[in-house]
């Protein structure tokens, strides 16, 4: 399955347990998934880097993508998720 396939919610399991879905596109813009050439990923990689270490909230809802559970933390890279699809 082509990246652009995958649905707008995805179904994964945050490191506190819980399941639900997080929004692909919030996904693609914390791992720079959403750039588009080679110069687009080196600026969001120098930006990343000038930026520093972070930690990041994560959403994850539930089916309805409104309700919200929780949500789960990502940190310096890590996006504290674990896929419950086959990428």
């Not at 998934?33 to 990041?56: F, I, K, L, M």
Request: with cysteine; hydrophobic share 30%; glycine share 8%.
């Amino acid at each position: 399955m082509a990246f652009d396939d995958y649905p707008d919610l995805l179904h994964v399991e945050a490191t506190n347990g819980k399941t639900g879905y997080v929004d692909r596109h919030l996904l693609d813009e914390l791992t720079g998934a959403n750039v588009s050439s080679p110069e687009e990923a080196v600026e969001w990689q120098r930006q990343q880097d000038a930026a520093g270490p972070s930690v990041t909230y994560i959403p994850v809802y539930e089916s309805d993508g409104t309700t919200l559970i929780e949500p789960t933390t990502c940190a310096d890279g890590s996006l504290g998720l674990t896929p419950t699809w086959n990428p």
